[in-house]
């Protein structure tokens, strides 16, 4: 008898302890939530939270009191009731491609190129669906874009989308594509078959070009980051769209093509050990 009351009290102190685990994962879900909508949509008051995350009040209340606890929101100056985030979002993002040492290599040949240029420089990468920029320098023009890092945008709409997804293998393609090809603008591809020659185009002359078909105001030109069938990234030069060099794509797109050339043969000497030759990127 007693054995057997030891077991179903074990069995009921696993049950509890597993219990608390999910609450405990169910929570830390969607705090991590709450951060993605204020970032989205801030300044973001606690009703309006809790009707995007589909919860209550008082859990939305939570949430964002957790959040402004660990210093990644702060109420808003202007209307105290709302929340907005804090400078810490950046400190974090400031890590991404790390792992491979892709800011460092990259920023000395953004910098030459953006000089050259006087326009924006971007440098992005993929994540699932979406293209995300991870560093900038902005153009020295008056009339300029501001893009800012951490924006995030559907890859098939955008130049460095385009770039990257066309170096990867056709069959990794259509992870980090929708179902459906959305007309963000009048001049988005929305037919798979048409996206598809514009992926073959791109992988053959080696840059992408984006003219008005994420915004109408917006045009850009990219090259991909990374070895055949390994992209790691991507490099665009972004204007508003009545600076795009109609007559003058290839010279712009072959300084694009050099400068992410010459990221590409950074990251190559990067990974290669020691005393092993490196050769240059084509």
Not at 129 to 140: C, G, N, R
Not at 171 to 195: C, N, S, Y
Request: hydrophobic share 45%.
């Amino acid at each position: 008898m007693i054995r057997r009351a030891a077991i179903r009290y074990g069995w009921l102190a696993t049950l509890a302890a597993l219990s608390c685990y999910c609450q405990e994962v169910s929570s830390a879900a969607t705090v991590l939530r709450a951060l993605e909508f204020i970032a989205s949509h801030q300044p973001l008051g606690v009703s309006e939270l809790a009707r995007r995350l589909g919860t209550t009040k008082p859990t939305a209340q939570r949430a964002l009191l957790t959040l402004a606890e660990a210093d990644w929101i702060r109420r808003s100056e202007s209307e105290p009731g709302r929340w907005v985030l804090t400078a810490k979002p950046l400190q974090v993002a400031s890590g991404i491609g790390r792992e491979f040492g892709l800011r460092e290599a990259a920023v000395a040949p953004m910098t030459a190129l953006a000089e050259e240029t006087t326009e924006s420089v971007h440098l992005a990468v993929l994540d699932r669906q979406d293209v995300v920029i991870i560093d900038d320098i902005e153009s020295t023009q008056l009339v300029r874009i501001h893009w800012p890092i951490g924006s995030r945008s559907p890859a098939y709409a955008t130049a460095n989308g385009k770039a990257i997804l066309s170096a990867l293998p056709r069959d990794r393609v259509a992870q980090h594509l929708p179902a459906r090809l959305r007309a963000i603008t009048g001049e988005t591809i929305t037919r798979m078959k048409d996206f598809e020659a514009e992926l073959d185009l791109v992988a053959r002359r080696g840059y992408s070009i984006q003219r008005g078909e994420l915004r109408t105001d917006v045009a850009s030109i990219a090259a991909v980051i990374g070895k055949p069938g390994r992209p790691v990234a991507s490099l665009s030069l972004f204007m508003p769209a009545h600076r795009f060099p109609e007559g003058d794509v290839e010279r712009l797109a072959t300084k694009v093509m050099e400068a992410s050339q010459t990221v590409t043969a950074a990251l190559s000497r990067q990974e290669a050990p020691a005393g092993s030759p490196v050769r240059p990127s084509a």
